[in-house]
T-cell receptor, first 114, second 109 residues
Framework: DARVTQTPRHKVTEMGQEVTMRCQPILGHNTVFWYRQTMMQGLELLAYFRNRAPLDDSGMPKDRFSAEMPDATLATLKIQPSEPRDSAVYFC????????????FGPGTRLTVL | RKEVEQDPGPFNVPEGATVAFNCTYSNSASQSFFWYRQDCRKEPKLLMSVYSSGNEDGRFTAQLNRASQYISLLIRDSKLSDSATYLCVIDTGRRALTFGSGTRLQVQP
């Protein structure tokens, strides 16, 4: 049963610290998405990649967030420095084909910045 | 106007009831439509795609109304296990899908 995996599942850190979240997409999927979900804003798209190339990161605060795909089996989302307002659940999703096709979500990383 | 709008609910219904949710969208050129389900503290999961001709999967029926720019989800014979948040997901002309903020359903015994 292929699924998207994310690590860590939970992260508590202090303001100013660097946070790195990792995602392993489903093997063979060529599109990877990063989302952030909060009670206030719902699910927001931060960035996405197709064939490892970043296609859209307009939803991401550029000064502190960065997203990369060093290879086809790993996507990373980094926050440096972290702030309390970054507290949220960060989901990675992957899909095949174009970016408007079905997406499969990982279990998320629940981030708390104190 | 938001690109994708949903009534946040909650919809509180008794077991066995029929319940329907609508979701409106602003881009008339949208081509892809989905309903996802999200359980509390879990990830969203695809429930069903929505086709122009409508589609049915067991107790769930999804329909698309292009003229009025909305999609709907009908759940018949509600079960306790149907309690979740239902996310409307639409291609709004951006390069990726847009997720609605969700409609919460609570099925009560």
């Amino acid at each position: 049963d292929a699924r998207v995996t994310q690590t860590p599942r939970h992260k508590v850190t202090e303001m100013g610290q660097e946070v790195t979240m990792r995602c392993q997409p489903i093997l063979g999927h060529n599109t990877v998405f990063w989302y952030r979900q909060t009670m206030m804003q719902g699910l927001e798209l931060l960035a996405y990649f197709r064939n490892r190339a970043p296609l859209d990161d307009s939803g991401m605060p550029k000064d502190r967030f960065s997203a990369e795909m060093p290879d086809a089996t790993l996507a990373t989302l980094k926050i440096q420095p972290s702030e309390p307002r970054d507290s949220a659940v960060y989901f990675c999703a992957s899909g095949q084909g174009v970016s408007t096709d079905t997406q499969y979500f990982g279990p998320g990383t629940r981030l708390t910045v104190l | 106007r938001k690109e994708v709008e949903q009534d946040p609910g909650p919809f509180n219904v008794p077991e066995g009831a029929t319940v329907a949710f609508n979701c409106t969208y602003s881009n008339s050129a949208s081509q892809s439509f989905f309903w996802y389900r999200q359980d509390c503290r879990k990830e969203p999961k695809l429930l069903m795609s929505v086709y122009s001709s409508g589609n049915e999967d067991g107790r769930f029926t999804a329909q698309l109304n292009r003229a009025s720019q909305y999609i709907s989800l009908l759940i018949r014979d509600s079960k306790l296990s149907d309690s979740a948040t239902y996310l409307c997901v639409i291609d709004t002309g951006r390069r990726a899908l847009t997720f609605g903020s969700g409609t919460r359903l609570q099925v009560q015994p």
